[in-house]
C-alpha cells in the first residue's frame, strides 16, 4: 500500500523550545527512520512536512484547503493519506475535510498526540500505528473508508469528532454516533453499508471571517454579540442550553438575531452540552430562537457544524440552500 503521511505541525513532532513546545521540521525523518525499523510494516511511506510548521491553535480554514489541496495533488499517486495535526483543531479540520472528500473511498485518517515522540511515555507512535491500520483495514472494511479521526484506539467518522479532553489518551470523543471502529488487539468495526455514490473533492475558498461562535451564557446581552455579528460574518454557530434554547426574555437579543438572520446569515443552533440532540421549539426559550429564524444543528458537534457552514458560504450557496441543507 502507498501511504502518505504529511506532517502538519501539532504536539506529536514537537519539540522543547525557550517558548515551550515547537514544531519540529527534523521530525519527519524520525518518523520515517522509525516506521522503518517496524520491520512488519511492509508499506511505501512518504511523509513531508509543511513548509511553515504550526501549532494547531493557529489554524484557519485557509489551513484545511490547503491540507485538503495537498491530499488532492496526490490523490492517484496515493491509495491512503494520513494527516499528522495538533489536537486542539484536529476535530475543526477532520470535519472539515469529510466535506470537502464527500464518499471518499479512499482513507483519509487525521492523527496526532498528547505528549511528542520524543518523550518515552508518548501516544506518537501508537496513534501512528493505529492510523495506518486503518488504512490498512479500508481494503476490505467500508467502515476504515473515508476520512476519519483516529486518537486513543478509536477511529471516529471526521465530522462526528470532538475534542474531549485536555490530558487523556482518549483526548477525542463522538457524542451523537458510535465510533467507526476501536483497536484493541483487533478492530471492532461498526456495521457500515456498502458506499453507493462516488467521491466529490470540493475544496472551496474560505474567508477566515466568514463565520463565527455565539456564547449563550447566563446575562449575555446583545452588546456580547454585536462585534461578533459583524457585516462580514455570514454564518454562526449559536451555543445554547440544553435541547437548543436561549433565554427568550432578552427582545434586543432576538431582536439583534433576526435582524442578522433577515439579511441572511445562517445562524445555527447547537448544544453547549456537548452531546444530545437540538429539539427546536421543545420550549418557549427555543421557539423564540425559531422564530429569529435560526436553524438547527440537531446532533451536529461545534466543530462540525461550524466547518460546515464554512465549506458550504465558500460554495457560494445562499443563505436558503445552506439552511435547507442543515434541514436535511
Ligand atoms: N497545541 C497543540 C496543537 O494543537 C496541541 C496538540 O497537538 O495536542 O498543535
Not at 496526532?112 to 491500520?133: C, E, H, W, Y
Amino acid at each position: 500500500m502507498k501511504i502518505y503521511i504529511a506532517y502538519t505541525g501539532g504536539t506529536i513532532g514537537m519539540t522543547p523550545s525557550e517558548n515551550g513546545l515547537i514544531p519540529d521540521a527534523a521530525f519527519a525523518d524520525h518518523l520515517s527512520k522509525q516506521l522503518a525499523e517496524a520491520s512488519e510494516l511492509t508499506h511505501d511511506f512518504v511523509i513531508e512536512s509543511y513548509a511553515e510548521l504550526i501549532d494547531s491553535s493557529n489554524a484557519t480554514p485557509k489551513d484545511w484547503a490547503m491540507i485538503a489541496r495537498d491530499v488532492e495533488s496526490k490523490w492517484q499517486e496515493y491509495d491512503a493519506f494520513i494527516v499528522l495535526h495538533g489536537t486542539d483543531t484536529m476535530a475543526y479540520t477532520a470535519a472539515a475535510l469529510s466535506f470537502m472528500f464527500a464518499n471518499s473511498d479512499k482513507p483519509i485518517v487525521v492523527t496526532g498526540s498528547q505528549v511528542p515522540m520524543f518523550k518515552a511515555r508518548t501516544d506518537a507512535m501508537i496513534n501512528v500505528l493505529g492510523a495506518i491500520s486503518a488504512c490498512e483495514a479500508s481494503e476490505e472494511e467500508n467502515a476504515a473508508k473515508g476520512v476519519s479521526l483516529f486518537f486513543g484506539g478509536r477511529l471516529i467518522q471526521g465530522d462526528r469528532a470532538h475534542k474531549a479532553h485536555t490530558s487523556d489518551w482518549q483526548a477525542f470523543s463522538s457524542p451523537n454516533c458510535l465510533e467507526r471502529g476501536v483497536l484493541g488487539i483487533d478492530w471492532r468495526w461498526q456495521e457500515s453499508p456498502q458506499k453507493i455514490s462516488s467521491i466529490t473533492v470540493q475544496i472551496p475558498d474560505m474567508a477566515e471571517d466568514a463565520v463565527t461562535i455565539l456564547p449563550v451564557f447566563p446575562g449575555v446581552q446583545a452588546e456580547h454579540w454585536q462585534g461578533l455579528l459583524n457585516e462580514n460574518v455570514k454564518g454562526a454557530v449559536l451555543l445554547s442550553y440544553g435541547a437548543g434554547n436561549a433565554p427568550d426574555k432578552n427582545a434586543d437579543l432576538l431582536s439583534l438575531l433576526k435582524t442578522a438572520t433577515d439579511r441572511g446569515v445562517v445562524v445555527v443552533n447547537v448544544s453547549q452540552c456537548g452531546a444530545g440532540n437540538v429539539v427546536a421549539g421543545a420550549y418557549a426559550a427555543g421557539s423564540a430562537l425559531v422564530a429569529a429564524g435560526v436553524t438547527s444543528g440537531r446532533d451536529m458537534t461545534y466543530e462540525a457544524a461550524f466547518a460546515k457552514l464554512h465549506f458550504l458560504i465558500g460554495l457560494g450557496f445562499s443563505s436558503r440552500e445552506i439552511r435547507g441543507i442543515f434541514d436535511r
